[in-house]
């Protein structure tokens, strides 16, 4: 059974850009979780979708949005780029929403210049 | 606030040596608690899910235990390898409040080195 695949797996940007990373999860996982991870602040929560719906929300900006699709693909979005976002991205799904199991995929490496 | 807080930061360990990690979180009402494995630029790899209701799990040389009054949970290593030099993070769920739901909240992780 595949595991958890996010793309691409390594981006660089410029400050002002906008970026958009991709999380699959495992078949038949229903929630995708997703989360930053930086030297300084360590691993914050992002969002949680659940079909197609934003269940939970971190403490970040609106330039940070996501959504989910019908097939349970989501997507993160960041716009105007600070150099402050330069961190891991992981995503984690899981069967259903809420206390389930979370299963990590292997991250996205967002650097800002 | 809601906090897990993991001690040591980091651990150095000779080979074949058994461990301790530990994790402490500031509120009892909790869910459950995860214990994860990272590789260095890698993503996390799930190693135990203790249910609240649980006092222990155990997988192979792995022992992870639960003390939900006292708001501390441990990670046993056996026999310490070098293979099992990795940052280990404790995550909780929270029970109390809707912006809990969800949201695993992670302390900063015990960098452990094995060395041979």
């Known amino acids: 059974k595949a595991g958890v695949t996010q793309t691409p797996r390594y981006l660089i940007k410029t400050r002002g850009q906008q970026v958009t990373l991709s999380c699959s999860p495992i078949?038949?996982?229903?929630?995708v979780s997703w989360y930053q991870q930086t030297p300084g602040q360590g691993l914050q929560f992002l969002f949680e979708?659940?079909?197609?719906?934003?269940?939970n929300k971190g403490n970040f900006p609106g330039r940070f949005s996501g959504r989910q699709f019908s097939n349970s693909r989501s997507e993160m979005n960041v716009s105007t780029l600070e150099l402050g976002d330069s961190a891991l991205y992981l995503c984690?799904?899981?069967?259903?929403?809420?206390?389930?199991?979370?299963?990590f995929g292997p991250g996205t490496r967002l650097t800002v210049l | 606030k809601q906090e897990v807080t993991q001690i040591p930061a980091a651990l150095s360990v000779p080979e074949g040596e058994n461990l301790v990690l530990n994790c402490s979180f500031t509120?009892?009402?909790?869910?459950?608690l995860q214990w994860f494995r990272q590789d260095p630029g890698k993503g996390l790899t799930s190693l135990l899910l203790?249910?609240?209701?649980?006092r222990e799990q155990t997988s192979g040389r792995l022992n992870a235990s639960l003390d939900k009054s006292s708001g501390r949970s441990t990670l046993y290593i056996a026999a310490s390898q070098p293979g099992d030099s990795a940052t280990y993070l404790c995550?909780?769920?929270?029970?109390?409040?809707?912006?809990?739901?969800?949201?695993?909240?992670f302390g900063q992780g015990t960098i452990l080195t094995v060395h041979p």
């Open positions: 995550a909780v769920r929270f029970l109390a409040g809707g912006t809990s739901y969800g949201k695993l909240t």
């Open positions: 203790i249910q609240s209701s649980q």
């Open positions: 078949s038949g996982h229903r929630s």
């Open positions: 509120d009892s009402a909790i869910y459950n």
């Open positions: 979708y659940f079909s197609e719906t934003q269940r």
């Open positions: 984690a799904s899981s069967l259903t929403s809420g206390y389930n199991e979370q299963f």
